[in-house]
């Protein structure tokens, strides 16, 4: 069965960085977007970055541009984001997921468990 597990989340201070990853797993992973999503106490599920299959099309949130970078590695069935310059509203748990493309949270089909990135002021 379909299975994306993160990895990589946890304690930063502002202006830090944390390296999160996603291993996939039951699908055959270079035939499909693969994107971040965090939701943050209180608040709705939001995109983060999107990556095409081959990895050669990225697509970002503005609120993370130039600071995030989604990656993908099809050999090893990962996805990874790169996350610099961290702010305590970074503050979420962040969830990979499975899609055919867009931001929308409907656009994908599965989910990880999701990991907690705290950041600190």
């Known amino acids: 069965q379909v299975q994306l597990v993160e990895s990589g989340g946890g304690l930063a201070q502002a202006g830090g960085s944390l390296r999160l990853s996603c291993a996939a797993s039951?699908?055959?992973?270079?035939?499909?977007?693969m994107g971040w999503f965090r939701q943050a106490p209180g608040k709705e599920r939001e995109f983060v970055a999107a990556?095409?299959?081959?990895?050669?099309?990225?697509h970002y949130a503005n609120f993370v541009k130039g600071r995030f970078t989604i990656s993908r590695d099809n050999a090893k069935n990962t996805v990874n984001l790169q996350m610099i310059s961290l702010k305590p509203e970074d503050t979420a748990v962040y969830y990979c997921?499975?899609?055919?493309?867009?931001?929308?949270?409907?656009?994908?089909?599965?989910w990880g468990q999701g990991t907690q990135v705290t950041v600190s002021s």
């Open positions: 997921a499975r899609g055919r493309g867009g931001s929308a949270s409907g656009d994908y089909d599965y």
């Open positions: 039951g699908f055959t992973f270079s035939s499909y977007v």
């Open positions: 990556i095409n299959w081959s990895g050669g099309i990225t």
